[in-house]
């Protein structure tokens, strides 16, 4: 089906033409029909929306949903979208474990291609997942910038606390995958800090598991916010 070109306005017989009616006539004129075939190689389109588009017709992908707008680009050897900045830089590794790992989980790396859940997270771990992957998948990981963490209430009696923006990311005597949120003004604690929540509490976050927004600073930093 060839292209069609809908002009910007109508000029009629009696129409009065100005500088403006040309003006509008150009720049207000839209293409349809055009597909990727009729583009020169190595040009792409760039799909805008929320919906997940067809990768071989839009390999670029600006998800503009409100909550989290990403750049995204179509990883044709892995099967799936990462995000490409600038906001949030992802890498594709495999799901090691034999389970179905949901999107926040901190994970560490086990294998040159894979990850697992970080159960006792050291400054090694790989990043935070960015989609519910299966066993044997591959899935996005954040390694940095703003992106998700999985919230769940510490499992001990320590200072139990929802998160709030501005509290630090450390791993502290959590579930395997869950991240716990510890105040740094009233007790910064020890160990390796991952990141901070961007997010106030949301409704019903303590004690079950939470995806909350984070600047994740990357799996070498070692110094308290």
Sequence with gaps: MPATLTRGTTVTIDTEVTSQTLHNLIESALVAGITASDLIAGSHFLSVGTATPNPSAYPFWYNNDPEDPVMRYWAEPWKLWLACGPDRWEYPLMNAAATMLPMGCMVTRSGSSAFS??????????????????????????????????????????????????????????????????????????????????????????????????????????VAP
């Design 117 to 222: 859940v970080a159960q006792n997270a050291t400054l090694t771990f790989a990043g935070f997942l960015q989609a519910t992957t299966a066993s044997g998948a591959y899935g996005p990981v954040c390694c940095q910038g703003i992106g998700w963490v999985l919230h769940i209430s510490s499992p001990s009696t320590l200072a139990t606390q929802t998160p709030t923006g501005g509290t630090a990311l450390k791993n502290f005597g959590s579930p395997a995958g869950g991240v716990y949120g510890l105040s740094v003004g009233s007790d910064a604690g020890s160990g390796p800090y991952f990141g901070m929540f961007l997010e106030s509490n949301r409704s019903g976050a303590s004690g079950s598991g939470s995806r909350f927004r984070a600047w994740i600073w990357g799996p070498t930093n070692t």
